[in-house]
């Protein structure tokens, strides 16, 4: 069983930064692609952004390229979103997931295709 513990979260006002972190436990942090999802208020949770087994690749969503960075430390078993300039429309709780799916898949982009969650962690940002 794999546990996942998000935190890093809180309450920013627009233009700021916060960065996450998810810590796991329980199988070989390596072996994982990682990922971070949101999902705000009556919404669907919604891709964020993905990392592959080793950190050299990964894939964002449209809606944060170029302000959001995924990371990961394998030695540490965490991995990372950094948010820079942070909008209103960022509000959400924020969830990291983790796939183990033996695949070729270098990053994984469907909440389908994870197997853990952590609990998540509240990001609001205020205008």
């Known amino acids: 069983q794999v546990q996942l513990v998000e935190s890093g979260g809180g309450l920013v006002e627009a233009g700021n930064s916060l960065r996450l972190s998810c810590a796991a436990s329980?199988?070989?942090?390596?072996?994982?692609?990682m990922g971070w999802f949101r999902q705000a208020p009556g919404k669907e949770r919604e891709f964020v952004a993905t990392?592959?087994?080793?950190?050299?690749?990964?894939y964002y969503a449209d809606s944060v390229k170029g302000r959001f960075t995924i990371s990961r430390d394998n030695a540490k078993n965490t991995v990372y979103l950094q948010m820079n300039s942070l909008k209103p429309e960022d509000t959400a709780v924020y969830y990291c997931?983790?796939?183990?799916?033996?695949?070729?898949?270098?990053?994984?982009?469907?909440?389908?295709?994870?197997?853990?969650w952590g609990r998540g962690t509240q990001v609001t940002v205020s205008s």
């Open positions: 997931g983790a796939d183990y799916s033996i695949s070729r898949r270098t990053y994984s982009t469907g909440p389908g295709l994870y197997d853990y």
């Open positions: 329980g199988r070989t942090f390596s072996n994982a692609i």
């Open positions: 990392i592959s087994r080793s950190g050299g690749n990964s």
